[in-house]
């Protein structure tokens, strides 16, 4: 199984960048995932997460900025970021969440068992 984070770049303070993550040994739509992000020095944090059914769910942090969607092949998911501000500069990564896990836990990262390698994402003000 391999994840593959992509569409990562320098942008300024209000633009707007998508990054993709392309699977390959799964297909996203038999699973629930999620992008996360991290700076130096911190945990990795959760941004947002589209379920099995197609359901989302976000960060405070990001919600009503960010969309998380998923293509009818199952084998892309996306996060289109707008609005974006200099905290938002992290790199991104996306998982794919373990099957026996249960809903509650899509905020923890301790629950995804497969990860991209992750994407920077620099906001300059």
């Known amino acids: 199984v391999q994840l593959q984070a992509s569409g990562g770049g320098l942008v300024q303070a209000g633009g707007s960048l998508r990054l993709s993550c392309a699977a390959s040994?799964?297909?996203?739509?038999?699973?629930?995932v999620g992008w996360f992000r991290q700076t130096p020095g911190k945990e990795r944090e959760f941004v947002a997460t589209?379920?099995?059914?197609?359901?989302?769910a976000y960060a405070d942090s990001v919600k009503g900025r960010f969309t998380i969607s998923r293509d009818n092949a199952g084998s892309t998911v996306y996060l289109q970021m707008s609005s974006l501000k200099p905290e938002d500069t992290a790199v991104y990564y996306c998982?794919?969440?373990?099957?026996?896990?249960?809903?509650?836990?899509?905020?923890?990262?301790?629950?995804?068992?497969?990860w991209g390698q992750g994407t920077l994402v620099t906001v300059s003000s």
């Open positions: 040994g799964i297909t996203f739509g038999g699973r629930h």
């Open positions: 589209i379920r099995r059914s197609g359901n989302t």
């Open positions: 998982a794919a969440r373990r099957l026996d896990t249960s809903d509650a836990s899509y905020v923890k990262s301790w629950s995804y068992n497969y």
